[in-house]
């Protein structure tokens, strides 16, 4: 609702139009603090029954828990092909083009180290 009246106020300019964008975007804030405010207080009522934990609230912190998705094996040899070679290594010290030579063999060890990280995560 926002972003279309918005976008009626841009095409037409008029005060009326400009109004109606005004109190649609304040809506939207109400909207957010109250979504906000509830995922709170269902944080802390977890927390306050004799099986919460720490390790519960960690889980409300993190906004991708349960939406990230497995890394396909397309995708690592995409990025591979992307990088440029010559560039400064990482923390890990091997350099792009190491794996970029190894081919299928690169991709796929590298594939199986970001699968295993993710997990880990």
Not at 39 to 67: F, H, R
Not at 95 to 121: A, T
């Amino acid at each position: 609702m926002k972003r279309n009246t918005k976008k009626i106020f841009h095409v037409t300019g008029t005060e009326e139009d400009n109004e109606r964008s005004r109190l649609a975007k304040k809506e939207a804030k109400v909207l957010v603090a109250q979504s906000k405010q509830e995922a709170l207080d269902n944080v802390y009522e977890d927390l306050d029954t004799k099986g919460g934990s720490k390790e519960d609230l960690q889980d409300y912190g993190n906004p991708n828990l349960g939406m990230v998705r497995d890394l396909d094996r397309e995708e690592i040899k995409v990025a591979l092909s992307q990088m440029k070679n010559g560039k400064a290594t990482g923390p890990d010290e091997i350099p792009v083009e190491i794996f970029k030579c190894l081919g299928e063999f690169g991709e796929d060890m590298l594939w199986d180290l970001m699968k295993n990280m993710h997990r880990k995560e």
